[in-house]
């Protein structure tokens, strides 16, 4: 019964982080070409500058 009781908390403990994830309000944003990302990236897709984080969303 331990096995399952730590499946059951790991299984718990994931829901929750993505839960979490799912629900942050970080942005990325150009500085250049101020096109906004959910998701990190070195360079901007669209033109190529480095991109910087910036919390909520516009």
Same mark, same amino acid.
């Given at each position: 019964? =331990?096995? %399952? $009781? *730590?499946? =059951?908390? &790991?299984? *718990?403990? %994931?829901?929750?982080?993505?839960? $979490?994830?799912? $629900?942050?309000? +970080?942005? %990325?944003?150009?500085?250049? @070409?101020?096109? &906004? %990302?959910?998701?990190?990236?070195?360079? @901007?897709?669209?033109? =190529?500058?480095?991109?910087? *984080?910036?919390? =909520?969303? +516009?």
């Amino acid at each position: 019964m =331990g096995l %399952f $009781n *730590e499946l =059951g908390r &790991q299984v *718990e403990e %994931f829901k929750q982080t993505a839960k $979490n994830a799912a $629900n942050s309000t +970080d942005t %990325f944003q150009c500085p250049a @070409c101020d096109e &906004q %990302f959910d998701n990190t990236h070195e360079h @901007c897709p669209e033109c =190529g500058e480095p991109m910087v *984080e910036s919390t =909520g969303k +516009d």
